[in-house]
């Protein structure tokens, strides 16, 4: 029997950058839909839609589209849009390529729900990358199947690949950054700004399954806005709250 997680949204962003990415996605929704009852909006950013594959991944997806043919993957603008058109008190930023076990995700949906906490990842902090020699045990379920020894800790306290929010908290800290543009220092942002701003953050147990995947410019610190990422993070980071709540203000994506 799948979880209800009708009060949940998944909001996933995507830029299909090589086929690796279009069988990441399968398997990601794929494994949500076998195991959840719940909603689904994935917003590609891009030059050309592909909206016809990713409609036949599932017909249950929301499907958004956002141009753009700077070859820049513009993820936090397609978060906050994503996030404006769900209907949801709970939704997900969910990386395409990530993977948890379905325990990890309704802790953390439950502490929500509860009113525990505001922000929850739903790993407690390793970030683990899976090669596609085992992307069949992650694709079942079968996690404790895993062989570690072919994976890698990309990162040991890691703040990416999937986080929970009180959709209402979350907007009142002021949505994703829009200032931060591809890969690099939103994670650390985002988490720093919610700290400052005194939001309820947690964890859950267990780790985050990422599938490995080849990368373009918008993967790696070749990115031209890298600079740019984390000035805008160590900015946020030298704020107080109050000097945090009225920059926030000043966000024009929170007017919208």
Known sequence: MKENLKDVTFLIPLKIDSDDRKENLK??????????????????????SNKDFIESVSSNIHYMFDFDDSGIFKYTKVLNDMTKQSKTPITSNYDVDCIFPV????????????????????YAGPFIDVPKTEFNNLS?????????????????????????????????????????????????????????????????KGNCY?????????????????????????????????QLQKYITTWKWIKK
């Open 27 to 48: 398997r990601t929704i794929n494994f949500i839909e076998e195991h959840f009852d719940t909603n689904i909006i994935v917003c590609e950013n891009d030059k050309i």
């Open 210 to 242: 990422h599938m490995s995947h080849s990368r373009d410019l918008n993967g790696g610190f070749e990115n031209p806005y890298i600079k740019q990422n984390e000035a805008e993070f160590k900015k946020i980071s030298s704020m107080n709250k109050q």
């Open 140 to 204: 079942k379920g079968n996690f404790a199947s895993i062989n570690m020894n072919n994976c890698q800790i990309l990162h040991p306290q890691s703040v990416g690949g999937c986080i929970f929010f009180n959709k209402e908290s979350y907007t009142k800290a002021g949505l994703e950054n829009e200032n931060q543009l591809s890969w690099g220092f939103a994670d650390n942002e985002r988490i720093n700004r919610m700290m400052i701003l005194e939001m309820k953050v947690g964890r859950t």
């Open 103 to 122: 325990e990890q995700i309704m802790d953390s949906v439950n502490a929500i729900r509860s009113n525990k906490l505001e922000v929850v990842y739903p």
